[in-house]
């Protein structure tokens, strides 16, 4: 997981407060965790990389008043119901040594060799919720669909690894090839015109 660096400034609390920092141009955060409690505020162009993007990014936070950065995850992010502008972010500190849930990107490689037969692929799935430590915890889960022929599927339990686990059933349905209606109703004119001739030679 990629880490992007952030610098905060301690804020107090209180609704006059926030509303201050909001119209200076900045953004009022919480960093939160096992015995850790810290308003900050940051300016918003340090959020747009890890809110304006399908990437998913730790944080290193370095706050005002405290000499040791600290790793955190965004938790939760909250938007002005009417001009979608970010009202306030949660980070979460992370322990490297214990685990975290977050939900990862599908990225799909390649071409279906049953697309190229005429089928038609479909993708069920854009993330999935992955609980991993952090050092395991991946950018995204690459989906290789060239050797997809039509009636293929790819399901959870095909993307088992021992790095992290996948937390959906093992027979969610990530994607499929399917035969287009085009080689169905070939198939089908085929299938009657054969009929039509057999009829004929009896």
Same mark, same amino acid.
């Given at each position: 997981m990629k880490y992007v660096n952030i610098y905060g400034n301690k804020r107090k609390i209180g609704k006059k407060n926030v509303r201050f920092i909001r119209n200076s141009g900045k953004i009022p955060c919480i960093l939160y965790g096992k015995n850790i409690n810290i308003p900050f505020s940051?300016?918003? %162009?340090?959020?747009? *990389? /890890?809110v304006y993007t399908t990437e998913i990014y730790g944080v290193t936070l370095k706050i005002e008043g405290y000499d040791q950065s600290i790793n955190a995850i965004r *938790?939760?992010? $909250?938007?002005d119901p009417v001009n979608n502008k970010i009202l306030h972010v949660d980070f979460y500190k992370i322990n490297q040594y214990k685990p975290i849930i977050l939900e990862i990107?599908? =990225?799909?490689v390649g071409r279906p060799i049953g697309v190229e037969k005429g089928g038609e692929y479909y993708s069920f799935i854009r993330k999935l919720k992955v609980k991993a430590s952090p050092s395991n915890m991946?950018?995204? &889960? %690459?989906?290789?669909? !060239?050797?997809? #022929?039509?009636? #293929?599927r790819i /399901?959870? =339990? #095909?993307l088992y690894n021992d790095q992290y686990t996948i937390l959906h059933p093992s027979h969610t349905l990530i994607s499929r090839v399917k035969s287009s209606r085009? &080689? &169905? =109703?070939?198939? $089908?004119? =085929?299938? !009657? $015109?054969e009929e039509k001739e057999n009829k004929k030679i009896k």
């Open positions: 940051i300016p918003l %162009e340090s959020l747009k *990389k /890890i *938790k939760e992010i $909250q938007f990107p599908v =990225k799909t991946p950018e995204s &889960i %690459e989906l290789n669909i !060239n050797f997809l #022929d039509i009636g #293929d /399901i959870v =339990k #095909d085009t &080689i &169905i =109703k070939s198939s $089908q004119e =085929k299938e !009657n $015109q």
